[in-house]
């Protein structure tokens, strides 16, 4: 089962990477300087709805897996112990997949503020 949930994490992270591939360059007239900005504005907005979809498919994750184990325990839906368990799993790999990413971003933050300090 821990497969599963692993390759499903994977595969999430792979589709996420070809949609930010797929995305089209930016193409803005004018000087360097103005399109470096007009560049970089759409990558930080780019990287936050990025960021925000991620987090809101791991809160999807697990408020799914929470409303299995409310079925399963007051039987009112069709919801084995194996569905409950590997939902479970996964929304728990994926909270740590997040929880990782966001140790991450904040050593990278901290590495950055020691550099200009």
Known sequence: MQIDAMQSVLAQMRRLAAQAA????????????A????TASTQQTDFAATLK??????????????ALQQQFV????????SDVMLASRKA?????????VRNKLVSAYQDIMNIQA
């Open 53 to 66: 979809g991620a987090l809101d498919g791991v809160s999807g994750e697990l408020q799914q897996a929470n």
């Open 22 to 33: 797929a995305r089209p360059a930016d193409a803005t007239g004018g000087n360097a300087a």
């Open 35 to 38: 399109a470096l900005g007009a």
């Open 92 to 100: 728990s790999l994926s909270f740590q997949a997040a929880l990782q």
């Open 74 to 81: 007051s039987g009112t839906g069709d919801v084995s112990l």
